[in-house]
């Protein structure tokens, strides 16, 4: 499957932002999706991720109440729907599929395909 990110941008805090993940080839509900981020320096970390039915979600504490993930699988999409920004949520934003979960959702080995990255910036 191929994965395409896109919706990144500048903003200030405080502001919203919508992540889009187009998905490409073998999809639909055969894959649980997360998003990831990642600043300079620093390891790839877990935001949010969403079962294939998209009935259950987990979200990092560090996100919760504030950002939102959802799938349509009949688009083949996967949104993290981001509001209430702070600076320190600027990085770069992955999308990733993982067939199964082996252990924790935070792990980026259970993600097989990863989206290119989309820059989230924002400013105080």
């Known amino acids: 499957v191929q994965l395409q990110a896109y919706g990144g941008g500048l903003v200030q805090a405080g502001d919203s932002l919508n992540l889009s993940c187009a998905a490409s080839?073998?999809?639909?509900?055969?894959?649980?999706m997360a998003w990831f981020r990642q600043v300079p320096g620093k390891e790839r970390s877990y935001v949010a991720w969403?079962?294939?039915?998209?009935?259950?979600?987990y979200y990092d504490d560090s996100v919760k109440g504030r950002f939102t993930i959802s799938r349509d699988n009949a688009k083949n999409t996967v949104s993290l729907q981001m509001n209430s920004l702070k600076p320190e949520d600027t990085a770069v934003y992955y999308c990733?599929?993982?067939?199964?979960?082996?252990?924790?959702?935070?792990?980026?080995?259970?993600?097989?395909?990863w989206g290119q990255g989309t820059l989230v910036t924002v400013s105080s």
């Open positions: 990733a599929a993982a067939v199964d979960v082996y252990g924790t959702v935070r792990s980026v080995r259970n993600y097989l395909y």
């Open positions: 080839g073998r999809t639909g509900t055969d894959y649980n």
């Open positions: 969403i079962s294939k039915s998209g009935t259950t979600k």
